[in-house]
């Protein structure tokens, strides 16, 4: 079969992913040459504050692409399409059809060829939903559509390991200073590095300090205790809007805790967790489910608090450390 010469495609090709790869292998086996337009900062991020920048997209798929693959910025819905003569084909998947199908009209009006439009399927995962860029923001799946957290992982009750001790000490975030007695202090220098997303506090002393300085979390979670002793004060859990219970015992992650969590981080209102037992591997488990962009913040035993913003990297380190407890 004779190759098409130039074929166009576009999109914003954030987290650059398999389906991303699907189809540009797909344009590369009908066409010599493929045009990648990728939409600039402007119109993305109207789209969502937490696409990528342009110069992040473009160098993911430069990374990956041969010499047959050019790159360039995309700043209207149609670009060059329409008025191009040295292109004959275009590449899409189902929900983009349309703009070829405007962009051949186009070509038309203009006294040009229309160009012939190569449809792709969507790139599937293993629940059979499309592999996308919205889904790995949403935290849902990585960029080979794996869940992050697996049906074997929600399913099973895990047991922490003793050697892994000494590496949960350490904070999953950055740490803020600040005295014990007042945790008000770190919690406040905290708030000003919080991203724009959905704000998580685990820890009774860290929950009830952000209600003390008039922030609600989106989902908040307490056992009644602190440092494994009883808190004489209990926290003040009226402000929420949804009040769940787990049961979650000491060095273990509970089924029970899991749903909770994600069943609270796909709510739209504020929710308080009541865990009969430990919330400890709260923030473990909250990075694994929860978007891209969420703060996470918990207390650090006689240092301060520790914010951790959810990011591709820090679900693979969680991951990894959830993938080394004992499963029974």
């Known amino acids: 079969m004779v190759k098409l010469r130039r074929c166009l495609v576009g999109g914003t090709f954030d987290r650059f992913h398999t389906g991303h790869k699907d189809l540009l292998n797909a344009a590369l086996e009908v066409a010599e040459f493929v045009e990648v337009w990728i939409v600039g900062d402007e119109i993305s991020q109207s789209k969502s504050r937490f696409i990528q920048p342009f110069e992040d997209r473009r160098s993911a798929i430069l990374d990956w692409a041969d010499e047959r693959i050019t790159t360039h910025e995309l700043t209207d819905q149609l670009g060059p399409a329409p008025y191009r003569r040295d292109c004959d084909s275009i590449i899409c998947t189902p929900e983009t ?29 293993n629940s059979g939903s499309i592999i996308s860029s919205s889904r790995i923001r949403a935290g849902v799946i990585d960029r080979e559509g794996n869940p992050w957290l697996s049906k074997h992982d929600r399913e099973n009750v895990h047991f922490f390991p003793s050697e892994l001790d000494a590496e949960f000490k350490q904070p999953f975030g950055e740490l803020y200073l600040g005295p014990e007695e007042i945790p008000e202090v770190a919690i406040s220098s905290a708030l000003e590095d919080f991203t724009a997303g959905c704000l998580v506090a685990v820890g009774d002393v860290c929950v009830a300090a952000l209600l003390d300085i008039g922030v609600i979390p989106d989902l908040a979670m307490i056992d009644g205790y602190t440092k494994r002793k009883e808190l004489e004060q209990k926290v003040n859990i009226s402000a929420f809007n949804i009040l769940l219970e787990a049961t979650n015992p000491a060095g273990q992650i509970t089924p029970s805790f899991i749903d909770s969590i994600s069943a609270a981080l796909s709510g739209e209102t504020s929710t308080c967790i009541e865990v009969d037992g430990e919330e400890d591997f709260g923030p473990l488990i909250a990075h694994m489910l929860a978007p891209l962009g969420t703060n996470i913040v918990y207390g650090q035993p006689n240092q301060g608090v520790v914010l951790g913003i959810t990011s591709e990297e820090m679900k693979e380190v969680c991951r990894d450390k959830l993938s080394r407890f004992e499963v029974r």
């Open 97 to 125: 059809l349309p703009n070829c199908n405007s962009i051949n009209e186009k070509r038309l009006q203009n006294g040009l060829t229309p160009l012939e439009i190569i449809e792709v399927p969507h790139t599937l995962d």
